[in-house]
Structures are given as structure tokens and as C-alpha cells.
């Protein structure tokens, strides 16, 4: 079982839409989580960290599930500007441990 | 301002030429991160250091080196060793300890073998 698996699509969705991502994780000693997001030929940004409580910011919303080792994202009234790469990231505090990055899910908001 | 930077942001090499790639952060962050990305492909990491005069391979660090002599700066050095170097090259940075420290990217580099 690979370390941290997303669903690869694309999604392809119209404006407005409402779509999830998920994320699984096989380390069940991470403690720390993030959605990044990568324009194409640019560098990873933060989208949002993932707390335990679940987080939201503006149309965002993220989601922790411990004990199914899963992770989600979901985005409500999807804009055009929200096409790009997805990417869940899990880590553990520990020193020496590295962050681990999904593949990517490609989400492509047409008009 | 506080960030993270990668140079050169092209590169191209001559086979079986060894080439370095350069990150420095003024984060005063601890660890620092290579990842290489193929097209259509995620990150993968190629070797990452938690502290000064220490660091750990990665997933594929085979035809790769790097050094970490100070905490701003950890290049990445790509020798002939490495058969297929043509991809983009990505830096990271964190803190460690606290809660939910998140890595801040450089823009990374982009490698190709002439």
C-alpha cells in the first residue's frame, strides 16, 4: 500500500459545482496534514492545513478522519480560477521524518 | 522578505556533466527538502536534512548528492550518475516542532539534458 493515495482524475466540472477529493494515508502515527495546490509549471502553494476538529476557509472546507486514516477536501461553487493540481500531504512532527506528498488529483472547472 | 529561493530557474546540461542546483530560505527554518517532478507525475523525494552537516536519502537519491553546511542553504548537485535528469526540481522548507508547520517551495528549477 503506497504511503499516501489520491484519486488522480481529472474531475471535470462546470462552474458552481460542488466536488470532494480524498486522500488515504497508511501511517497511522502522522499527525500532520495539508492540501497543496500546484498551477501547472509552478510550484506547490498551501491551500489549507487539516486539523482533527475539521477547518474552513471561504468555500473550503477539510476534513480528518483518524480512524479511517483519511483526509478530504471540499470545495463548494467551484470558480474557473480552482483548475489545478490537488495535492494531500501528511507528515508526522517527528524530527527526520520527511513530508510525503500524494500524487496529485486534477480538478478542471469549465464555464 | 522572507522565503525561499531556487537558481538558476533553467538549466540545461550537457550529458555527462555534473550540474548544482542552488536553495537558500531566510525562514530560519530546520529542515530543507528536494523533490523532483516529472510531467503528469508527483513529487518524489530525492534526499531531505533536518539539520546543518546532516540529511537523509530519499526515495531516489541514486545519481544525486547535496550538502547542508549552513541552515539557509542546501544544494542539490546532479552528477552524471543520473541517467534520465531532465524534470522539475523543487526546494522545500519547514519548521519543526509546533503544530501543523507547513513546507514553503521554491520556484523551483527546470533541468534539461542537451
Known amino acids: 500500500r503506497k504511503e499516501v493515495e489520491q484519486d488522480p482524475g481529472p474531475f471535470n466540472v462546470p462552474e458552481g459545482a460542488t466536488v470532494a477529493f480524498n486522500c488515504t494515508y497508511s501511517?497511522?502515527?502522522?499527525?500532520?496534514f495539508f492540501w497543496y495546490r500546484q498551477d501547472c509549471r509552478k510550484e506547490p502553494k498551501l491551500l489549507m492545513s487539516?486539523?482533527?476538529s475539521g477547518n474552513e476557509d471561504g468555500r473550503f472546507t477539510a476534513q480528518l478522519n483518524r480512524a479511517s486514516q483519511y483526509i478530504s477536501l471540499l470545495i463548494r461553487d467551484s470558480k474557473l480560477s480552482d483548475s489545478a493540481t490537488y495535492l494531500c500531504?501528511?507528515?508526522?512532527?517527528?524530527?527526520?521524518?520527511?513530508?510525503?506528498f500524494g500524487k496529485g488529483t486534477t480538478l478542471s472547472v469549465s464555464s | 522578505d522572507g522565503g525561499i529561493t531556487q537558481s538558476p530557474k533553467y538549466l540545461f546540461r550537457k550529458e555527462g556533466q555534473n550540474v548544482t542546483l542552488s536553495c537558500e530560505q531566510n525562514?530560519?527554518?530546520?529542515?530543507m527538502y528536494w523533490y523532483r517532478q516529472d510531467p503528469g507525475q508527483g513529487l518524489r523525494l530525492i534526499y531531505y536534512?533536518?539539520?546543518?552537516?546532516?540529511?537523509q536519502k530519499g526515495d531516489i537519491a541514486e545519481g544525486y548528492s547535496v550538502s547542508r553546511e549552513k541552515k539557509e542553504s542546501f544544494p542539490l548537485t546532479v552528477t552524471s550518475a543520473q541517467k534520465n535528469p531532465t524534470a522539475f526540481y523543487l526546494c522545500?522548507?519547514?519548521?519543526?516542532?509546533?503544530?501543523?508547520?507547513?513546507?514553503?517551495f521554491g520556484q523551483g528549477t527546470r533541468l534539461t539534458v542537451v
Open positions: 522545500a522548507s519547514r519548521g519543526l516542532g509546533g503544530r501543523g508547520t507547513e513546507a514553503f
Open positions: 501511517n497511522s502515527a502522522s499527525q500532520s
Open positions: 525562514l530560519n527554518h530546520d529542515a
Open positions: 500531504v501528511v507528515t508526522t512532527n517527528q524530527a527526520g521524518t520527511a513530508l510525503i
Open positions: 487539516v486539523y482533527s
Open positions: 536534512s533536518q539539520i546543518v552537516n546532516d540529511f
